[in-house]
DNA sequence: CCACAGGACGGCT
DNA sequence: AGCCGTCCTGTG
């Protein structure tokens, strides 16, 4: 089924649609997405790529992507996607979960590699990667930096909240992230209510090197690997391990492996076993996975992490 | 009060 | 090229 085209089968009240192998329904509430599978929302909203998901006590999440707020629930190979409509799936929800990628031929490679990987997936079998948008994603990963998840969370959402504009869900206010020029026009002590400490210098300043266009973020994915880490680190608060996530979580590159102290680690513990340079763990990813690198990295990060593995 | 956290930067050798 | 002190804030 090409892009755009629609199949309308209309029973009564409901719509099915059709829209590349996946079944749609559109209901009041938002829309139903039959035949999802390796999908998993804990998986997948918590192994760390994305700081605006939320979730609640029946084990939702809610969360801000571009210019709608919605909620999210899955179950069997069924996806709900609340306060969304048909048209929002083909626009935006189809390529921001990363739905057109099988997942399951990813992990059937990595999972011959060796027993880690193998666990590892078995463990985080729903991840995927989002891809999110770039410059969020630029300004939420030099807000990692040296910085915990809840912290992170905490941090952006303040900037959403003192820059971006209203949406509303069931009664409850979000905020959409801001775009640079909103932030270029801003100032250092303007964003320090954010609490951001020593990096609302680095985003000021970065929103304005791309704002003036002296770096260019829509030029990247044109760019190979080594050059499009080398362009975004020309930006304050961007290096190695910065760039990487950048790359990886907007889905621009899938041929990196962001290493942290976390995964700096893990690959000491389960592949080198013993102290391991950064360097030497990027030179031995790049050879053994290969363009799957990101992957791999992901579902080894999430599966450590969640293990106490490396601590 | 102090150590430390899912890094980057700048100054040093 | 590698090493190390410092950086803002929150938590223990």
Redesign the pocket.
Known sequence: MENGEWRIERNGERGALNYKGYKITEESSGIFVEGVRDFHPVHIFEC?QCFRWIRDEEGGYTGVVRDKVARINFEGDILQIQNAIAGDFEELWFDYLDLGRDYGAIKEQLIQKDAIMEKAIEFGHGIRLLRQDLWETLISFII??????P?IMKIIGAIAGAYGEELWLEGRRYHTFPPAGRLAASSVEEL?VC?G??RCK?IINSAKMLHSGVVDLERLKGLGTEEAREEI?RL????????DCILLYSGTRYDVFPT???VKRVMEELYFKKET?I?DIQRFVREYFGDLAGFAQQYL?YYA?ENRIGV
């Open positions: 760390g990692s930096s040296n910085n915990r998840i912290r320090d609490r400490g020593y680095y680190m304050p608060g961007v290096g190695p391990k910065v760039a942290d102290v976390w340079s360097k990060f992490r």
